[in-house]
């Protein structure tokens, strides 16, 4: 009923940048809240960032001065900006959103993640 086309991951040296975007499309009525997860191999995914409708950010101690989320109603998009990336920020990002669908049911969607890996 939902789906996200997520981009922009890639290989950064320590110290850059990277932004994220997830366009979600489908049965939307209403996304509440749209952000991003992330997953380190061996580790469970934790929050990265989210925003809701109302654009109330929300993000981990991990990431807060060096990553930034934003988000475009209109075109049901939310877009990370990270910077100074450091090695512990290697994951796969998960774009994650919750969403009412036009049947009126609400439920949590996610994308298929995107690869951010932090390496010299």
């Known amino acids: 009923q939902v789906q996200f086309v997520e981009s922009g991951g890639g290989l950064v040296q320590p110290g850059g940048s990277l932004r994220l975007s997830c366009v979600a499309s489908?049965?939307?009525?209403?996304?509440?809240?749209m952000g991003w997860y992330r997953q380190a191999p061996g580790k469970q995914r934790e929050l990265v960032a989210d925003?809701?409708?109302?654009?109330?950010?929300n993000s981990a101690d991990s990431v807060k001065g060096r990553f930034t989320i934003s988000r475009d109603n209109a075109k049901n998009t939310v877009y990370l900006q990270m910077n100074s990336l450091k090695p512990e920020d290697t994951a796969v990002y998960y774009c994650?959103?919750?969403?009412?669908?036009?049947?009126?049911?609400?439920?949590?969607?996610w994308g298929r993640g995107t690869q951010v890996t932090v390496s010299s």
């Open positions: 489908g049965s939307i009525f209403s996304i509440l809240v």
């Open positions: 994650h959103a919750v969403v009412q669908t036009t049947n009126g049911r609400v439920g949590d969607y």
């Open positions: 925003v809701n409708s109302a654009g109330s950010a």
